[in-house]
């Protein structure tokens, strides 16, 4: 049976996403500096380790698992990689530098040139394959020096560390590189700064203030980068990025409806008012007031960045949609994608009680161009599984077919209901370590990786079945999702 789609326009940018700290290893190879990412254990206490009322970015070798330390050794074999990607008919790659390999410490002021020769190789490699490259410029890695010395991205001064980042990788890779992204899910902070804003309790996680005043200086800094891209190529197309969680109150109770206005007002909305829009939404200060922030600290021509140097489009990662519901008693909840909520009783879930909901992100992809009527990019979707290899490492995961299909076609009437959207890069392409559990074995990919979560196996790749299916998608442009 082929089910027809024809929605998707001539240039959709199929293709697939991953992140530097998530697969290229080589964690201190050719100069690079450590990251927040590499001070990450693995495992299922993760979160707990981070968000704990002690941690301060220490490594303790001797009582956690460091599974970033190794990602699936891409830093080594990442031409084999591309040429799988290529093999699929990628239209497009979304990666991320890791700014320690740039700037090992994050507030040097001369860069490795082992670091940025990398990248050079890797962007090469793409386009050698005709593969548009999609660069995000800081994704949950930040300098680990930049986290612990100066206490995250609540401190002012980091917004001169990224300018003088940002000034480097995009004057190095700006005619070559046409899109870009400046901060991973950065409305992450909301529920989990480590992540995102390097902060964690015991350098200010705990306090809001804290939270919205990191956000400032990143929109501050974001705006830099977009000035500098454009100067550099005035071609060049700078986005940001935002988890995008559609967001239902569990019933028509006006209390329930009002409480699911203010969470997508705080989540889904605040990070994309400041850097699609230029500045701060009306709901600011009620936000302010309910979870105890003060005025911020402002520079003079911050606002005018802020407004002058808005971004050119709207990257989202979309896996789950939450539900709200503010006068039961008990609720019946579930997790997600950094944050959770009252169980839908219409949704079934993944192995990680993520809820899966394809219409929801017809409505996502709605709900953002209608306010916005700015380009949208999906750069993170997909399912995380165990996947099971048979005696010639080959994985059946129609499962990972399934929900592909049903979020494409809810794609596909999206772009028929008027959405501009770019393109698609579901995430994990290829198996790599995951970000909310540090487990191989949560795994995403169309690419199967012998290595498991103790770091054991021989880190060769596989192509699964959803490799051909997707193949066959990217070759019809979305036509058959049979």
């Given at each position: 049976?082929?089910?027809?789609?024809?929605?998707?326009?001539?240039?959709?940018?199929?293709?697939?996403?991953?992140?530097?700290n998530?697969?290229?290893?080589?964690?201190l190879?050719?100069g690079?500096?450590?990251?927040?990412?590499?001070?990450?254990?693995?495992?299922?206490?993760r979160?707990?380790?981070?968000?704990?009322?002690?941690?301060?970015?220490?490594?303790?070798e001797?009582?956690?698992?460091?599974?970033?330390?190794?990602?699936?050794?891409?830093?080594?074999?990442?031409?084999?990689?591309?040429?799988?990607?290529?093999?699929m008919?990628?239209?497009?790659?979304?990666?991320?530098?890791?700014?320690?390999?740039?700037?090992?410490?994050?507030?040097?002021?001369?860069?490795?040139?082992?670091?940025?020769?990398?990248?050079?190789q890797?962007?090469?490699e793409?386009?050698?394959h005709?593969?548009?490259?999609?660069?995000?410029?800081?994704?949950y890695?930040?300098?680990?020096?930049?986290?612990?010395?100066?206490?995250?991205?609540?401190n002012?001064?980091l917004?001169?560390?990224?300018?003088?980042?940002?000034?480097?990788?995009?004057?190095?890779?700006?005619?070559?590189?046409?899109?870009?992204m400046t901060?991973?899910?950065?409305?992450?902070?909301?529920?989990?700064?480590?992540?995102?804003?390097?902060?964690?309790?015991?350098?200010?996680?705990?306090?809001?203030?804290?939270?919205?005043?990191?956000?400032h200086?990143?929109?501050?800094?974001?705006?830099?980068?977009v000035?500098?891209?454009?100067e550099?190529?005035?071609?060049?197309?700078?986005?940001?990025?935002?988890?995008?969680?559609?967001?239902?109150?569990?019933?028509?109770n006006?209390?329930n409806?009002?409480?699911?206005?203010a969470?997508?007002?705080e989540?889904?909305?605040?990070?994309t008012?400041?850097?699609?829009?230029?500045?701060?939404p009306a709901?600011?200060?009620?936000?302010?007031?309910?979870?105890?922030?003060?005025?911020?600290?402002?520079?003079?021509?911050?606002?005018?960045?802020?407004?002058?140097?808005?971004?050119?489009?709207?990257?989202?990662?979309?896996?789950m949609?939450?539900?709200?519901?503010?006068?039961?008693?008990?609720e019946?909840?579930?997790v997600?994608n950094?944050?959770?909520?009252?169980?839908n009783?219409?949704?079934?879930a993944?192995?990680?009680?993520?809820?899966?909901?394809?219409?929801?992100?017809?409505?996502?992809l709605?709900?953002?161009?209608?306010?916005?009527?700015?380009?949208?990019?999906?750069?993170?979707?997909?399912?995380?599984?165990?996947?099971?290899?048979?005696?010639n490492?080959?994985?059946?995961?129609?499962?990972?077919?399934?929900?592909?299909?049903?979020?494409?076609?809810a794609?596909?009437?999206?772009?028929?209901?008027?959405?501009?959207?770019?393109?698609?890069?579901?995430?994990?392409?290829?198996?790599?370590?995951s970000a909310?559990?540090?487990?191989m074995?949560?795994r995403?990919?169309?690419?199967?990786?012998?290595?498991?979560?103790n770091?054991?196996?021989?880190?060769?790749?596989?192509?699964?079945?959803?490799?051909?299916?997707?193949?066959?998608?990217?070759?019809?442009?979305?036509?058959d999702?049979?």
């Open positions: 049976m082929s089910i027809k789609a024809t929605a998707f326009p001539e240039g959709f940018l199929w293709g697939g996403a991953t992140a530097a998530q697969l290229e290893g080589a964690y190879s050719d690079k500096g450590l990251s927040v990412a590499d001070a990450m254990p693995g495992g299922k206490h979160f707990q380790v981070l968000g704990s009322d002690t941690f301060n970015w220490e490594i303790d001797d009582k956690y698992i460091y599974p970033n330390h190794r990602g699936i050794d891409h830093y080594h074999r990442f031409k084999e990689d591309i040429a799988l990607f290529a093999k008919g990628f239209k497009s790659y979304r990666f991320s530098i890791a700014w320690a390999r740039i700037f090992p410490k994050g507030d040097e002021v001369t860069p490795n040139e082992a670091g940025l020769a990398f990248y050079d890797v962007i090469d793409c386009l050698k005709d593969i548009e490259p999609v660069v995000t410029i800081s994704h890695e930040m300098p680990l020096h930049l986290a612990k010395e100066y206490g995250g991205w609540k002012r001064q917004i001169g560390f990224f300018e003088n980042y940002a000034k480097v990788v995009l004057n190095r890779y700006g005619k070559k590189v046409k899109y870009w901060f991973n899910e950065i409305n992450s902070a909301f529920h989990f700064p480590a992540l995102s804003q390097g902060m964690v309790k015991a350098t200010g996680a705990g306090d809001y203030q804290n939270v919205f005043q990191a956000w200086n990143q929109f501050v800094a974001s705006a830099k980068a000035k500098i891209g454009h550099i190529n005035p071609d060049m197309q700078i986005g940001c990025m935002i988890i995008y969680a559609t967001t239902y109150s569990i019933d028509a006006p209390v409806q009002m409480a699911t206005l969470q997508n007002q989540f889904n909305f605040y990070c008012d400041a850097q699609v829009r230029g500045e701060y709901y600011q200060q009620r936000m302010f007031e309910k979870y105890g922030v003060s005025e911020l600290e402002i520079g003079p021509d911050d606002l005018d960045l802020m407004k002058k140097y808005t971004v050119d489009y709207i990257g989202f990662s979309y896996y949609s939450s539900a709200v519901n503010e006068t039961a008693e008990e019946d909840t579930v997600g950094l944050l959770g909520g009252v169980r009783p219409f949704l079934e993944s192995e990680w009680g993520w809820q899966i909901d394809p219409e929801g992100l017809r409505i996502a709605n709900e953002l161009y209608d306010r916005y009527q700015k380009p949208l990019f999906i750069v993170e979707n997909g399912l995380g599984a165990i996947d099971k290899v048979d005696e490492f080959y994985v059946e995961d129609d499962y990972r077919i399934d929900y592909l299909r049903r979020h494409i076609e794609m596909t009437d999206a772009i028929k209901d008027g959405v501009d959207l770019m393109g698609y890069t579901p995430w994990g392409c290829i198996d790599l370590v909310s559990t540090g487990e074995s949560k995403y990919g169309f690419i199967y990786v012998d290595l498991d979560d770091g054991e196996g021989t880190l060769n790749r596989y192509e699964k079945k959803s490799f051909n299916w997707y193949k066959k998608v990217i070759e019809t442009n979305g036509q999702l049979s």
